[in-house]
């Protein structure tokens, strides 16, 4: 990655994570409110429904100080499930204080789970990038998978007629090597 | 389409979606009414005519000028015979208004001839969610003599659903104490983990309520101070119903969330219940659901939206009535 382009997405991961801290910040503050006008009543989910906001704050400020920095995909991974998370962690206390009960509740927290899931694995499969960088792989690739056997064959031959015949190759001449393809390949 | 704006469009979309589809379970937790059944009336085939009781109750003004009653009689008539509001050949009904805990305590103690006087009633006559009224209202449309809150079933997903002898709902919810009313007239604390609802109204239960918790069983607290209907805090407007012997009853509702009426926790609730000779009480919705009706008037003070005077819509009462 280019120094300019890690600047970028470091900028970004940094803003991203200072918006996801005021918005924890202010799903604090509104739980709080919430919970001062519900009469003494109160639930685990509205006064903790800023949590996945400050987490995924501090993780995305984390992150730009790591070697591999994730991308877009990541990003439009994690954000809307963050927000799925505090939606659902807010109707969950917003029917609890009221002392009711709805079957849905479950949706949102579960797609934000799946979504957020999702962005960590793309996290994983990035570090993974980075441990093994994209031109060592295009090199052992070439090595090992581009050559074809004709080529071989050329190479070989060429050598013979620079080195000349030896002991080894006494009974050989130049453009008569074998072009048998070997039993392992 | 470049990266960065596809995934904006992409967190943007999904984001609305999220906020919708919130916005909709809110609409189907407390607006969207559904209709699942209509009112099935009553089973009274649970009762038999010698099952009745014969109570000669008195009028109020015969009650107090008596002094020579017999002690079948004595035993018959209510304790606070000044108190007396309403009286028939089936049912008996005595107001007190009790101040306990900084709170106003309002006691109905009833005498019925037979449990199926103990009746209960749906809002707009139908079972299904969101589906209320005010307790007065539901009250005046079954003629009720004396209504308080039920124990809104409409706001919960489970819980056994029996009312005058049918089921309306048959899937429990875990290890909620039910407080089951027998055709005969008696109290019983269970838990629907022990039985289905079919198999309760097959031993002859006439009424099953899914709120809890039990307050006393046999004479003794059953609730400890910490004691609380999920996270509520520790004094509210309450709503109870106990047995104290045979067709023998009382109804209470407290005020409470007001500088007038501090409110009760459940082990206040549960000692008071006590002290009236309560052998079996059980707690009904309470809060802001919190309401008792006499003759078609409201008489505590119900506290909807906090310390507001209004009475809340629910979706059940029962009552004491004829008809």
């Given amino acids: 990655m280019y120094t300019s382009e890690r600047l970028n997405r470091q900028r970004l991961l940094h803003s991203h994570g200072l918006r996801l801290l005021f918005a924890a910040a202010f799903t604090a503050l509104f739980g709080a409110i919430y919970e001062r006008f519900s009469f003494g009543v109160w639930s685990f989910w509205m006064v903790y429904a800023f949590l996945p906001f400050l987490l995924g704050g501090i993780w995305l400020l984390v992150l730009p100080k790591r070697k591999a920095l994730p991308g877009e995909l990541f990003l439009g991974l994690l954000e809307p499930g963050l927000v799925m998370l505090t939606l659902g962690s807010i109707l969950a206390g917003v029917v ?8 849905l509740l479950s949706v949102l927290p579960i797609a934000g789970g799946v979504l957020i899931l999702a962005s960590a694995i793309t996290r994983v499969t990035a570090a993974r990038r980075k ?55 | 389409m470049n990266h960065r704006r596809l ?16 916005g909709y379970v809110l609409l189907d937790t407390f607006l969207i009414a559904r209709v699942k059944q209509t009112a099935a009336g009553s089973n009274l085939s649970m009762f038999s005519s010698e099952s009745r009781q014969t109570l000669s109750f008195q009028s109020p003004q015969t009650v107090q000028d008596s002094e020579a009653a017999s002690p079948l009689e004595t035993q ?22 009790y101040r306990e805990y900084d709170t106003d305590i309002y006691v109905a103690e009833v005498w019925l001839s037979s449990a199926q006087y103990l009746k209960t009633a749906f809002a707009e006559n139908a079972y299904g969610k969101n589906v209320t009224a005010k307790t007065s209202e539901i009250a005046s449309q079954c003629e009720a003599i004396l209504a308080i809150n039920g124990d809104y079933y409409g706001a919960r997903e489970s819980g056994y659903v029996i009312r005058n002898g049918v089921v309306y709902r048959d899937y429990g919810s875990g290890s909620t104490d039910i407080l089951c009313i027998y055709a005969d ?14 198999e309760l109204v097959d031993a002859g239960f006439w009424q099953a309520f899914s709120f809890g918790p039990g307050l006393v069983e046999n004479g003794g607290i059953t ?45 206040e609730l549960a000692a008071f219940l006590q002290s009236l000779g309560v052998q079996t009480a059980y707690n009904l919705d309470g809060g802001g659901s919190s309401t008792m009706v006499l003759m078609g008037e409201v008489i505590n003070n119900p506290t909807t939206g906090g310390n507001r005077t209004k009475e809340r819509s629910v979706s059940d009462i029962v009552y004491i009535g004829t008809t």
């Fill in chain 2, 223 to 267: 609730v400890d101070q910490n004691t609380e209907v999920g996270k509520a805090m520790a004094s509210n407007p309450r709503t109870a119903i106990g047995q104290i012997s045979e067709l023998h009853y009382v109804f209470v509702v407290s005020d409470g969330r007001t500088e007038q009426s501090e409110g009760l926790s459940l082990y």
């Fill in chain 2, 76 to 97: 018959a008539l209510p304790a606070g015979t000044e108190n007396v509001v309403y009286s028939d050949e089936n049912i008996c009904i005595a107001m007190t208004q």
């Fill in chain 1, 96 to 103: 609890e204080i009221y002392g009711t009960e709805n079957r």
């Fill in chain 1, 131 to 185: 441990r093994l960088p994209k031109n060592v792989i295009r090199t052992t690739s070439n090595i090992y998978t581009h050559l074809d056997y004709s080529s071989k064959v050329a190479s070989a031959n060429a050598i013979l007629s620079l080195l000349g015949p030896t002991e080894e190759n006494a009974d050989l001449q130049p453009e008569e090597v074998q072009t048998v393809v070997p039993d392992a390949v």
């Fill in chain 2, 7 to 22: 995934r904006v469009v992409w967190t943007a979309a999904s984001c609305l979606l999220a906020v919708l589809f919130a």
């Fill in chain 2, 185 to 198: 007239g008696s109290f019983a604390i269970t838990n629907s983990a022990e039985s289905s609802a079919q």
